[in-house]
């Protein structure tokens, strides 16, 4: 059974930062490429960032370019996001995915202005 969990969430003020972590397990996890999405109330899900399965190929989304960066432990089964100069409109679930259809269950970050 695939589980994707998420954490390091939480309550920040803007200007700080979080990281998230995502464990992966019941997957071979090298052979996944992984992803942040988020979702904020009453919006469409939207795609934050993305590795490859070695971690040497990185996309971001303009919104979070020079402020998020994903990379990945293969050794841990973990896919990292570090959050820097958070903003409010970063206020979302922020979820992980692993290949095309394994989701975890979210965690919640807030940014306070």
């Known amino acids: 059974q695939v589980q994707l969990v998420e954490s390091g969430g939480g309550v920040v003020q803007a200007g700080g930062s979080l990281r998230l972590s995502c464990a992966a397990s019941?997957?071979?996890?090298?052979?996944?490429?992984m992803g942040w999405f988020r979702q904020a109330p009453g919006e469409e899900r939207e795609f934050v960032a993305a590795?490859?399965?070695?971690?040497?190929?990185?996309f971001h989304a303009d919104s979070v370019k020079d402020r998020f960066t994903i990379s990945r432990d293969n050794a841990k089964n973990t896919v990292y996001l570090q959050m820097n100069s958070l903003k409010p409109e970063d206020t979302a679930v922020y979820y992980c995915k692993a290949g095309v259809g394994y989701w975890g269950q979210g965690t919640q970050v807030t940014v306070s202005s």
């Open positions: 019941g997957l071979p996890f090298s052979s996944y490429a």
């Open positions: 590795i490859n399965l070695r971690g040497d190929n990185r």
